[in-house]
């Protein structure tokens, strides 16, 4: 009988068959272009990296070297990519893009992202979630990074529910609130809304590998126009532990300080530890507590401020 393990292997070569098949990579000439898969892969790199060497690149891809090699000497032939000596060290060589290279590569990226899209176009929204959502949980599990890299942006349609439903969920697993949190939530997104001013307001929401892992928001007091108030920070689980918060925070006061505000205000509460830790270290410092129950749990509720 096959074992739990062989299960498993055999359901991961079912998918790759499925999915290398689905995004066309079978096919000769990668994206009807003149390229291979690989070499399209490695015009890709070298774009992306300003200067490299062969053994960087190599590793980078996890290429045999000796393969990559025959590639890049197609490369040079063509015009597509130079090589020199490295001016602090005359045994590493340097490659480059050049410009021919660049161009080469220009369609390549427009097909593929028009071949991306019109795989995702015809599902419903919730559906292309799931699919990123997936390939984010695939990479994360099989090879996690040391330093992810997130995408801070304005907020599209459904972010404000999505808001909602992420501060709910992860407050109530996380320290037992109740649905008045989510209420309250749904409040403040109403509020920010209706009264939305884009000189003085500004969400972001932060994605990873086009997966939203967080948001945070500047609303202007409604009593003071020099006030703003920073609201709704959060991060997903997965993103914890990688500076995002810390980036949210200050994407917050850089807009206050280019807004013209003279003062920022957050309210929190004592058992949010790190969300605290990023505030002080921030330059925010406490002014006022106060208790209340309005979530469940018995809470100490704090007010922060600090000047632009």
């Not at 109740?178 to 939305?196: K, P, S, T, W």
Request: hydrophobic content about 40%; proline content about 4%; some cysteine.
């Amino acid at each position: 009988m096959a074992s739990a393990l062989d299960r498993r292997v055999e359901g991961v070569r079912r998918f790759n068959r499925f999915y290398t098949k689905r995004i066309g990579v079978l096919a000769e000439r990668y994206l009807r272009s003149p390229f291979t898969l690989a070499e399209g892969r490695v015009l890709y790199d070298l774009a992306r990296r300003a200067t490299t060497s062969p053994t960087e690149l190599a590793a980078g891809l996890e290429l045999d070297p000796g393969y990559l090699s025959r590639i890049l000497r197609r490369f040079e032939r063509r015009g597509l990519v130079t090589r020199t000596a490295s001016p602090t060290d005359g045994r590493r060589a340097v490659l480059e893009l050049t410009a021919a290279g660049r161009a080469a590569l220009a369609p390549l990226n427009e097909r593929s992202h028009d071949e991306i899209a019109a795989l995702l176009a015809p599902l419903p929204v919730e559906r292309q979630e799931r699919v990123l959502s997936a390939m984010t949980t695939i990479a994360e599990a099989l090879a996690p990074e040391e330093s992810p890299q997130f995408t801070l942006r304005d907020p599209e349609v459904g972010d404000y529910g999505w808001v909602i439903e992420r501060h709910g969920a992860l407050y109530g697993a996380e320290y037992g609130f109740d649905a008045h949190m989510e209420g309250y939530v749904a409040e403040v997104i109403a509020a920010y809304v209706a009264n939305y001013d884009a000189a003085r307001d500004r969400c972001w929401i932060a994605e990873r590998n086009g997966v939203r892992c967080g948001c945070i928001f500047v609303v202007h007091d409604y009593d003071d126009p020099t006030i703003a108030r920073l609201r709704l920070l959060l991060t997903e689980p997965s993103a914890r532990g990688h500076g995002l918060g810390r980036r949210l925070v200050r994407a917050c006061l850089d807009f206050g300080r280019a807004a013209g505000y003279r003062k920022m205000i957050l309210w929190t509460h004592s058992i949010l530890t790190a969300a605290r830790a990023i505030y002080a270290s921030e330059g925010f410092a406490m002014i006022a507590t106060e208790s209340n129950d309005l979530w469940g749990p018995h809470l100490t509720s704090e007010t922060w401020e600090r000047d632009l």
